[in-house]
């Protein structure tokens, strides 16, 4: 299931038993799903009343009792999630989905058309079914027919994940054509039966709510962004951070979002449109590393650089692909965004560096890069303090490792896992 390379570099760092852990904690959603309320359209208490009706309204009173401001991030919303849950298999059909939508669905969502790679070979709307998450690196074909029992289905494969049961909304025909293989839209199922139970938060209080990952959240009130200052966003995509910058700007100053990837940038700007942000966000296609060429040297006063990674924090994954040779190339190429971050970071002004991964190397072992090679840079309180202490053995000091963030799932199930750090520039 993990490439050997991969769990021996983790192995390295953290050991044997901690990465046993964290390898089954990454099949298992948070046990929180978090909100952020788009301040620059309503108050937090606001967005907690209309949350809760609207959860009352769905019959989903228990997730509504749940809801709980966060103590610390005046922005945030929580609601329990609870499971693994038992569930029934025995239902009237079974539907295969791909992994990205099986993961979805143990975070709260309903299954989609283009997620379902295979169904039963009689499949009628209407019916119960068992939905079943495929987690091979070389999934089912696209169409593939399957047997009415999911026990059956399963145990010609223990790649399949019983995630959840549902009504279907729409047949085979429906999700596939006469010839098995067409692409089907809108909603095939809508689960009600879940092996992790969240509500689904799909267009809920569009343009107030936005699904957010508390972590990833935390790193933008580390960065604290005020107002009237220049902010660069050195990967902004897809673009919950750059949304969060501006409301914590109360929309005033200037930020400065860029990626390297313009697919991905034009997601950024959509989610800037769909929350109506105020226009002082410059959405640049550019690879960061090349940033210090495009921007006039110590001219931000705050850069946030949250850069692609491994990403062995996100929960759940059915699947982990990475290799060791990965993690270093990561490593890699984020020490090549440091270096241009910090030059342009003014005196006075604040960096701050985040990942969404569990690795080590991409992580204190950053830090601990960025202090050696960029003097101006001085490690300074992640405030506020939510995580662990980084690790150890990886060249930060013991008084330095108090001064990181780490958000490990086999210490704080609550969470992904996620990494936050916090510079001043001195000079």
């Not at 109506?276 to 590393?289: N, Q």
């Amino acid at each position: 299931m993990y490439d050997a390379t991969l769990v021996e570099a983790l192995v390295a760092h953290l050991g044997p038993e901690h990465v046993a852990a964290l390898l089954q904690l990454m099949r298992c959603p948070p046990s929180l799903t978090t909100l952020r309320v788009n301040t620059l359209r309503s108050t937090r208490d606001a967005a907690l009343a209309e949350l809760r009706a609207e959860l009352e309204a769905r019959g989903e009173s228990a997730a509504a009792a749940s809801c709980t401001p966060h103590a610390a991030l005046p922005d945030m919303i929580t609601i329990d999630c609870t499971g693994p849950h038992d569930l029934d298999i025995e239902q009237e059909a079974v539907v295969v989905v791909d992994r990205a939508c099986g993961e979805a669905l143990m975070r709260g969502a309903d299954v989609f058309a283009p997620g379902v790679i295979g169904a039963s070979s009689g499949l009628r709307a209407g019916q119960r079914v068992a939905v079943l998450a495929d987690s091979r690196r070389r999934p089912l074909a696209r169409g593939a027919k399957l047997p009415r029992r999911a026990s059956e289905a399963m145990a010609e494969s223990v790649a399949l994940v019983h995630v959840g049961n549902g009504e279907a909304r729409q047949g085979r025909v429906e999700l596939f054509g006469a010839g098995g293989d067409a692409v089907g839209s809108g909603v095939a199922v809508r689960m009600d039966d879940r092996l992790y139970r969240t509500p689904a938060m799909r267009d809920v209080l569009p343009g107030t709510l936005l699904l957010q990952n508390l972590p990833s959240a935390l790193a933008v009130h580390v960065l604290a962004p005020q107002p009237g200052e220049r902010v660069l966003d050195l990967c902004c995509a897809p673009g919950g951070k750059t949304s969060h910058i501006v409301a914590l700007m109360e929309g005033r100053g200037e930020v400065v979002a860029v990626d390297r990837a313009k697919e991905r940038l034009r997601s950024a700007e959509a989610l800037a449109r769909r929350l109506k942000l105020p226009p002082i966000i410059e959405f640049r296609a550019l690879d960061g590393t090349f940033a210090h060429e495009s921007f006039a040297p110590r001219s931000f006063d705050r850069v946030l650089v949250d850069p692609p990674c491994s990403a062995l924090g996100l929960r759940p994954k059915l699947l982990v692909e990475a290799s060791a040779a990965e993690l270093r190339a990561c490593a890699d190429y984020q020490r090549k965004l440091v270096a241009s971050a910090a030059a342009l970071v003014r005196p006075g002004g604040t960096l701050v560096y985040s990942t969404c991964t569990l690795n080590p190397g991409e992580n204190e072992e950053i830090v601990a890069h960025i202090l050696r090679a960029h003097p101006h840079l001085r490690l300074a309180p992640a405030l506020p303090r939510l995580g662990s202490p980084g690790v150890d053995g990886c060249g930060l000091t013991p008084s330095e490792r108090q001064l990181v963030q780490r958000f490990d799932p086999s210490e704080d199930a609550r969470h992904i896992g996620f990494f936050v750090a916090r510079f001043e520039c001195v000079e």
